[in-house]
């Protein structure tokens, strides 16, 4: 078979784009425990089995793993090795900031083999001053953190996408928290309070290393399956990669007509179909 010069240089300068696509790792997918969390209250480590099961290569705690013993903490981190997922971040009350807990934060951090230390609420804020003195007790914990080779971050929910005196408090907490305190974008609740998460992922450039793939829709609200609701997932995700820092997502769910697992199970199925 004949092939022009034209041709064959075309092709060779394809080529290397080709195999850098081809090379291009797949995000590490995890599951936000929550999205479990009456299976998870009745049976720790079989639902930790069951979510390595499905398929799922990382698991987020939320606040309830800071009541483990270092022992407990030890063994989940076995389990984890065991069936081959990692625990990449954890959910975590404000207190885990405070003086008195976070070197007890730490340890049970770098036990189950953390990067990021993530808050997921920061309490009542009335005023753009309390989201500032939110913010400083954000980096204060943060420093701290780095002490122990983990980084902070915060989840957000509704609130921190809801003006307050003419300014999100997702705003002034990333305008007050250092650039590598992590902000970990709850994709639903920016798109329920009419956010652009596009937007929001290029503004803040190498600050949204982890995202909850939470799904909201105005039929179904947060019941909404992955993929079936309003969040432009592939125009967020490709923003995530190029801009944010994009190292892995967690899907979270609040609930379905369906069971627990079996909505875990259906999330992350559609969830491949549309990324590979």
Known sequence: MQIS?????????????????AQKPKLPVGL??????????????????????????????????????????????????DVGMKCLSTHNAITNYKPENIQ????????????YVVVASAGRAQ???????????????????AAGKLRGGYHNHQLEFTSLEGKRPIEIIAANTPKSFVLQLDVGTCVEMGSDPVAWI???????????????????????????????????????QKTGG????????????FSEFDTAKKCLETYRKMNG
């Open 5 to 21: 010069r034209r041709s064959f240089v075309g092709a060779a300068a394809l080529a290397p784009a080709v195999i850098a696509s």
């Open 202 to 240: 290029n503004a803040n450039p190498g600050r949204i290393q982890c995202m909850h793939l939470k799904e909201w829709s105005k039929e179904k609200g947060y019941r909404a399956l992955y993929g079936e609701g309003a969040v432009p997932w592939k125009e967020v995700l490709a923003a995530a």
């Open 127 to 145: 005023t753009q001053d309390d989201w500032k003195k939110i913010a400083e007790t954000f980096t204060q914990g943060h420093e701290k953190l």
């Open 246 to 257: 994009l190292e892995y997502v967690l899907i979270e769910q609040e609930g379905s007509e």
């Open 32 to 81: 936000e425990l929550f999205s479990v969390r009456q299976a998870l209250a009745k049976d720790l480590t079989g639902t930790v089995r069951e979510v390595a099961k499905i398929g799922y290569q990382d698991v987020e705690f939320f606040s309830p793993y800071f009541q483990w013993s270092t022992e407990q903490a030890k063994d989940m981190r076995k389990l984890l090795d």
């Open 104 to 115: 007890r934060t730490i340890e049970l951090n770098n036990i189950l083999g953390v990067r």
